[in-house]
């Protein structure tokens, strides 16, 4: 079975990291979603393919149902059906009390985390699922340890859509686990990613690290071989499941 994988938000962070980390591993394709950092996507596809690996870059915006399934056509036309996704794609807004916080904020975060992560999800399962003919495969969602803390005074609502993402994590895991798929999901904890100058704040781990049990904030590359395993066979009776990866902040 040719490997294809799929990272959602592949361009930076987190998902770049896991980007890099595959190609070390043995994936025959990875398809980079982007939403509007064509200049990263494209260096990191360079990267890969110098690599050895083949890559494309995507553009779509996963809150975007109509981009999400032309997303999915097109690596089925370039690269073969998916059969590993990593719902990486996430945003923040600006830290602030819930009170100060406006419907439309809490539509484009859970627009974008969750839903985004539904179509995603629901469109990899057309091409794994063992009921369709597929072969099976493997979703990892990202999370967030803010899902237990809640993230108060800075962005509860972002808090919430994780915490979705851990019950959808569980419910599906537990819907398509005789389809040969498995869901699973990473919570990290405070990464030294551009999200946090997204919510207003650049220096937000330098702040906070002196208080986690570590010390000190994680490496996306920390992040990444979690999720590489859970993706893996090595992996393979573990579903429904979560690995938080915080530097003990729980
Ligand atoms: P990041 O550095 O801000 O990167 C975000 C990535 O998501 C970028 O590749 C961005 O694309 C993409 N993206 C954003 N909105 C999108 C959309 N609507 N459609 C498609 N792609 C979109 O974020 P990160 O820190 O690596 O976070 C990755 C995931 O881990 C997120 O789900 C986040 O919630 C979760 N997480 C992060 C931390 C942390 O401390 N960093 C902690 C817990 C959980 P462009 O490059 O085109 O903008």
Redesign the pocket.
């Given at each position: 079975m040719k490997k294809i994988l799929l990272i959602?938000?592949?361009?930076?962070?987190?998902?770049?990291?896991t980007a890099r980390l595959a190609a070390q591993r043995d994936y025959d394709a990875i398809a980079i979603?982007?939403?509007?950092?064509?200049d990263?996507?494209e260096d990191l596809v360079k990267e890969l393919q110098h690599q050895g690996v083949q890559a494309i870059a995507i553009?779509?915006?996963?809150?975007?149902e109509s981009?999400v399934v032309a997303m999915f056509q097109r690596i089925d036309n370039e690269l073969g059906p998916v059969t590993a996704l990593v719902?990486?794609?996430?945003?923040?807004d600006q830290q602030t009390t819930f009170e100060q916080m406006s419907v439309e904020r809490w539509q484009s975060i859970f627009?974008?985390?969750v839903i985004?992560s539904f179509v995603c999800a629901r469109e990899a399962i057309k091409r794994m699922s063992t009921h369709h003919g597929g072969q099976g495969g493997a979703i990892v969602n990202?999370?967030?340890?803010?899902a237990r803390l809640g993230a108060p005074g800075e962005y509860v609502d972002?808090a919430a859509?994780?915490g979705a993402?851990d019950t959808f994590t569980i419910g599906l895991a537990k819907e398509v686990g005789d389809q040969g798929i498995r869901v699973n999901a990473?919570?990290?904890?405070?990464?030294?990613?551009?999200?946090?100058?997204?919510g207003g704040e650049a220096g937000?781990?330098d702040r906070i690290k002196d208080s986690l049990p570590m010390k000190r904030?994680?490496d996306?590359e920390e992040?990444a071989s979690a999720i590489l395993w859970l993706l893996s066979d090595e992996a393979s009776y573990t579903t429904g499941t979560f690995i938080d990866i915080?530097g003990g902040r729980l």
């Open positions: 959602t938000g592949g361009s930076r962070g987190i998902g770049a990291a979603n982007y939403h509007s950092r064509s990263a996507a553009q779509a915006d996963v809150a975007k981009e719902n990486n794609a996430g945003i923040l627009n974008t985390n985004g990202l999370s967030s340890i803010a972002y859509s994780k993402i990473v919570r990290p904890g405070i990464i030294k990613t551009d999200i946090h100058a997204s937000r781990v904030g994680g996306p992040v915080s």
